[in-house]
C-alpha cells in the first residue's frame, strides 16, 4: 500500500535480493505443515493454539459505500467492550496457540528479508482488538501500528504500550486505511512512508468484516503497502470448520452468543448466530482465488494447521 522511499540507483541494487529473498520464501512456503487438520469446514483435531458529504444523487457505487460504513457504524463491534474481548483473546489463544506464533513467525520472517536488503520496516496491522499481535511483533518494526474501529480497544491498547515502544495505535476506518495513515503520520516527515510496509490482516479478522467492505478493505491494505510492501492476511481455516463450531465458538458464547445447528453453513464454513456474530472461515483455493482477483501477486501461502496464511504484493 505505499512504496517506501529510494533513489533510483539504490532500489535496482537491492531489488534483485528483494525479489530472491521473497521468492525462497514462497518456494518454501508451499508446502503445507504436517499437522491434522479441519473447521469452519470439516473436522479437526484440537491444538493449543468521519467526514459528512452532501450529495444530491449518489451513483449506486457511492450508496453502496454510504450502506457499508453506516451498517459498521450501527455494528456491535464499534462498543464491543474490552473485558469481553479480552474474555475472549483468552478462549482463542487455548484453541489458536499454535496459529498465533505461526502467524507472528510468518510475518517477522519476511521483515527479516526484507531488512537484509537494508531497507526499513514498519507494520500496519488492520483490526488489531486489543493489541495483542502488535505488541508481540513491535520488536522487528521500525514502527508498528495498529487500527480498529472500536474506540474502547484503542483506549486500552494506548494504555498497555511500554516506555521507549515504537507502538502506535489509532482509532477508524479500515475503508479509509491510506487517508488515516497520512492523518497519524504525515508524510513529509517520512515515518512509515520512508519504510517498507507490511500490511497485515491476522486473526481471521477479514472474516468478521462485512462481505460489501471486504473488497474495499483488500484494496486500501495493498494501496498502503504499495509495490514493494507486502500485504499478509492470516485466515482460519476452513477445513478446520466443524472442529472449531464444536470446541471454540460454544466455547466461547461471549464472543458470538448462544446458537444452535441452524446457525451453521458446513458448505461456505460460515456461523451466523442470532446475537449477529457472523465469521467465515476460509480455504486455500479461495484465499488464493480472493488475491488473483484484486490483482495482487501471491508472494507465499501456507496451509498452516488451523490457519491459511498468505503473503502478497501490488501489481
Known sequence: MCEYLKTTAEYSASSKFEEESLTSIEEESIEPAPEESPYLHPQAKQDSDSESF??????????????GVKAKADSKWAEFPVEKWRSAVYVNRAYFGQLCSDTSDFIVNIAEQIK?????????????GTGEFIRETSHAFRVAVGVDFNPHFIAYCNQQIPEGSQERYIQGDACQLVNLMKAAFPPEKGLLWDDVRIVACVGNTIGIIPQQLKDKVYRQMLELAGPKGVVIMAYWNASWFGDAVQNFYHA???????????????????????????????????????????????????????GVLVAARKL
Not at 537484509?116 to 488489531?128: A, F, T
Not at 449477529?276 to 488475491?291: D, K, L, N, P, Q
Open 54 to 67: 452532501e450529495v444530491l444523487e449518489p451513483s449506486p457505487e457511492e450508496e453502496t459505500e454510504e450502506q
Open 252 to 306: 466461547n458464547p461471549q464472543l458470538c452468543g448462544s446458537f444452535k445447528g441452524d446457525s451453521i453453513d458446513l458448505n461456505t464454513a460460515t456461523l451466523t448466530t442470532p446475537s449477529g456474530y457472523c465469521t467465515h472461515w476460509t480455504s486455500v483455493t479461495e484465499a488464493r482465488t480472493v488475491m488473483e482477483s484484486l490483482g495482487a501477486e501471491i508472494l507465499a501461502i501456507r496451509d498452516k494447521g488451523k
Open 116 to 128: 537484509l536488503s537494508g531497507s526499513r520496516i514498519s507494520l500496519v496491522e488492520v483490526g488489531c
